[in-house]
């Protein structure tokens, strides 16, 4: 690197200056704060950890976009956490070891090889809850509700949702004798809802004619809530876990709609995202008038198993990078800056430790520093034997 590019960053690293770094924190306080009155308690995993235990369960999906080095200490493979689920995983399985359910919650800077294609970044400040030790229809209703409330709370108005159940296509590919390499290309097809490609791969694979027809329903099956009444009957030759999957899916709209009437939801039953190690209800929220994913989430039963305990769970995350991007409107409150001089008496000492101690900001100025040129605010100045602050 030379001395004329010396102060670039590797693609897709990114550093907030003041500005910004004010409106991310405050992001990420009111989101913590949303968190904590929820009943979810904060947890702070490492940065790094050996490679065994980060790329665990839902973390083996991350291979390709961790970070891997050598620990000097033990001569280890370790990397840096490209997700903070999995870390929250261990934690609650091996760490706290709970036996009912747990609520836990974090925000934290991840590190990755490559772009996400939801945030755009190899550097998200992820945000996220997690709800451990409960397997139903109380605990996902509870999750999505969170995260919609943790979105209004950051400013997002009117978000819509899209929901999924892996269970669906992951039943269908059993009963169609789908072996794993089989079973990920038809799931390629099917997210980018290739119609052409998905009827060439049915008709070449030659599987049984009622089980093709059930697999290539998928591609149609996505719309409003009403979506499911027409899956029920193109789908009734389906196994039994389709049909749960249905009711499921039926009882959390009519959970969330009787609490939210004017939430816009989305139904579709050929998007998997994170089919390799969800294990239910998958789900995302959008912006009004953008078809990015503004955060994500769904179950991710037995992650816990490699750890000791295999744990029901479920949980969502998201970016807050994003959503200052996203969400432009968001601004942190503000906090006026009283200037104080360089020199004065011991008055001058205690009123600014006074000031500071009641969570004012006050800037010292230096030996021939001049205010004028930063800021126009409020100026702390003597007034007999008084100091007082005063207005410009």
Known sequence: MTDVNRWLLPDGLE?????????????????????????????????AEYLDSLLTG???????????????????????????TPQVARIDAHRLREE????????GSVLRTRADEWSGSRSPMQAGAELF??????????????????????????????????????????????DRGREQVFFDLLQRKAIPEIDETLAAWQLDVEVAQLLRALVDLNGGPEVLVEARGMLAAAPVQVTSALD???????????????????????ELRGYSYHTGLVFAAFVPGSGQEIARGGRYNEIGRVFGRARAATGFSTDLRLLLRLVPAWTEPRRDCVLAPAEGDAGLEAAIADLRARGVRVRRLLAGESGEALTQGPRLQKRGHEWNVEEP
């Open 15 to 47: 550093e907030a200056l003041p500005v910004a770094a004010r409106r991310l924190e405050a992001l990420r306080r009111a989101i913590l704060d949303q968190f904590d009155v929820w009943g979810y308690d904060l947890v702070i995993p490492p940065m």
């Open 58 to 84: 839902a973390g083996r999906e991350l291979d390709l976009q961790t970070f891997k080095l050598t620990d000097q200490l033990t001569g280890k493979l370790m990397g840096l956490r490209a997700d903070l």
């Open 100 to 107: 009912g359910t747990s609520r836990l919650c974090y925000v």
């Open 133 to 178: 030790g409960h397997d139903g229809l109380d605990s996902d209703v509870e999750i999505i509700r969170l995260m919609l409330a943790t979105l209004d709370r950051c400013g997002v108005r009117g978000a819509s949702i899209d929901l999924g159940h892996v269970d669906i296509y992951r039943s269908l590919a059993r009963t169609a004798g789908l």
């Open 248 to 270: 499921h899916l039926s009882a959390v709209i009519e959970r969330l709609q009787a609490v939210h009437p004017d939430l816009d939801v989305h139904v579709d039953l050929g």
